[in-house]
């Protein structure tokens, strides 16, 4: 296995978010605590992203993946049960804001 | 591999940043500010604990009524046999642990002008800003004749806990082939999908233990949430056993008979056995007393800070707010509960609120293995402050014949429920 460095890990992100056309302005690290916006994610997916039951567990997900799904869903080329309708309301600086976050919180407490 | 944070790093940066758990403003020689929030449910327990973990030079003080609340969410599972009561109650305490001071007690005032919450127990809190989520009370007197006592025998259940058993017992005890009216109000109410949830797992329970038993629906309106959905369902779990009467087929209640369980409406009269009289509603005594609800029935509020637009430094969220297209329900709460909870902060540091996407999902149980949901996101608009659907967003699940995706979404339901309790009571 593969294992990245932070760094790299936030350059593949930011490779993958530039590819589809995101700015590189909101792929600036984000200091402070979490946006609201941020915050809605855990009434669903549980507290800090970790998911007690069948909602998936989102603390934890790698960085590029989780944006990849995100940017997915949002031009409808994923299917699921709800993250296609709340998806497209997502700016870039949301998504980045959403995956910077969640991907830094350790997949159990 | 990059080191990650911890839970306490994670959403509690300020914390964090002091190297040692939160401190407890009250614990300290000088708070920089008193928030006083009111109401023990999802938007008052998402508010006071987003706030806590924000801000811990804050003093937070949460004022619940009961020691125990039990969530309207999933107490339909209860009437329909699925869970035990106690599976849907929750104690305050964890939140003991986080250093918000617990007031167990029932708020009777808001003195607007000294800014001063009143308790029954006679003692007075001071607030710098007051959040309340103090959820509905019922209108009995837009109903005929009939006042808050009938609740004993015409349960509504409408607010969780014993009202919620006496109903499950009246249709546990009713005879084999009998009659359940569920006679829900007009717009806007709490939980606009809750009555057909309702009759849904009530029907579940009857297919099982009293299958020639019918449930009719005498409406306040014509249309309800997630109709097509529901009734596609109704057809093909519970054949036959379910009758919506839209408003207009019947043109609203002219008597309620309490004693022989019979309904006058305008154009017909039914009988029944079991009667579920949900009343239409409004805002919390306590908001309508304090003149935050001015002539009307809700509070309105500025979509951006939920401050109050009759009062300043008061903030109402959930059920009791109209809140632009959001809808009343647990999850909306919640989610205006943090969001105000950073406005709040916001305001007494002098910055500008977020103008954030609030999300919402409304699930439904139709059976066990069966959900359907609705969902949206709002953001408030850069002229008005309104918080409006986003166009192109949200929307209910799919139609048609998919049973992975109704099984997926009553899975994602009970999920839901798993983590957003937890996220409020849990430690």
Not at chain 1, 3 to 8: E, H, K, L, V
Not at chain 1, 26 to 42: F, H, I, K, R, Y
Not at chain 2, 81 to 98: E, H, K, N, V
Not at chain 2, 332 to 354: F, I, M, W, Y
Request: with cysteine; hydrophobic share 40%.
């Amino acid at each position: 296995m593969v294992a990245f460095q932070a760094s790299q890990i936030r350059y593949l992100a930011f490779a993958i978010l530039a590819s589809v056309g995101l700015s590189s302005a909101s792929c600036l690290a984000q200091d402070g605590p979490p946006t609201v916006t941020v915050e809605s994610c855990t009434t669903c997916h549980g507290p800090f992203g970790r998911s007690l039951g069948d909602m998936p567990t989102i603390a934890g997900m790698d960085e590029a993946e989780m944006a990849k799904a995100l940017i997915d869903f949002r031009a409808g080329l994923r299917t699921g049960t709800i993250m296609g309708r709340l998806a497209g309301a997502f700016t870039d600086a949301d998504i980045s804001a959403i995956t910077q976050y969640f991907s830094q919180i350790e997949e159990a407490g | 591999m990059p080191r990650k944070l911890s839970r306490r790093q994670a959403f509690g940066l300020a914390g964090a940043a002091l190297g040692t758990p939160m401190l407890a403003a009250s614990a300290r020689a000088q708070p920089t500010a008193r928030v006083v929030v009111v109401g023990g449910g999802f938007g008052g327990v998402a508010a006071a604990r987003t706030l806590r973990r924000l801000a811990p030079d804050i003093a937070v003080t949460l004022v619940v009524e009961s020691p125990v609340f039990t969530t309207c969410p999933f107490s339909n599972t209860v009437i329909g046999g699925m869970r035990d009561l106690q599976s849907i109650q929750f104690s305050y305490d964890a939140l003991q642990s986080t250093a918000i001071d617990i007031h167990v007690d029932k708020a009777l005032g808001v003195e607007t002008g000294g800014k001063r919450i009143r308790l029954a127990s006679g003692e007075s809190l001071t607030y710098d800003r007051a959040i309340l989520s103090p959820g509905i009370d019922f209108r009995y007197d837009a109903l005929p004749d009939i006042g808050p006592e009938v609740a004993e025998q015409l349960p509504h259940a409408w607010k969780a806990g014993a009202q919620t058993l006496l109903l499950r017992d009246q249709i546990r005890a009713m005879r084999q082939g009998g009659t359940i009216i569920i006679a829900p109000p007009d717009n806007p109410f709490r939980c606009p999908p809750g009555p057909y949830e309702r009759a849904s797992l009530i029907a579940h329970y009857l297919s099982r233990h009293n299958p020639t038993a019918k449930i009719l629906i005498v409406d306040g309106k014509d249309k309800f949430s997630k109709q097509s959905l529901f009734q596609a369902a109704w057809d093909e779990l519970y054949p036959g056993m379910i009758t919506f009467i839209p408003f207009s087929e019947h043109a609203g209640l002219k008597s309620i008979d309490v004693g022989q369980r019979r309904i006058d409406t305008f154009f017909g009269s039914f009988d029944a056995d079991v009667i579920n009289l949900i009343p239409p509603q409004s805002a919390a005594k306590i908001v309508l007393d304090a003149g935050l609800a001015g002539t009307g029935y809700w509070c309105e509020i500025d979509g951006l800070t939920f401050e109050s637009k009759v009062a300043e430094g008061v903030h109402v969220i959930g059920d009791a707010a109209i809140v632009g297209d959001m809808p009343k329900s647990g999850f909306s709460a919640s989610t205006q509960g943090k969001a105000c909870a950073h406005a709040v902060l916001a305001l007494l540091r002098d910055n500008p609120p977020e103008r954030a996407l609030l999300m919402n999902t409304c699930y439904s149980l139709v059976g066990p293995d069966y959900g359907i949901s609705v969902a949206g996101v709002y953001q408030s608009d850069t002229e008005t402050n309104r918080l409006s659907s986003l166009p192109g967003t949200g929307g209910t699940s799919e139609a048609g014949n998919l049973p992975q995706l109704r099984q997926d979404e009553a899975a994602f339901a009970r999920g839901w429920y798993a983590n957003l309790t937890q996220e409020l009571f849990g430690a």
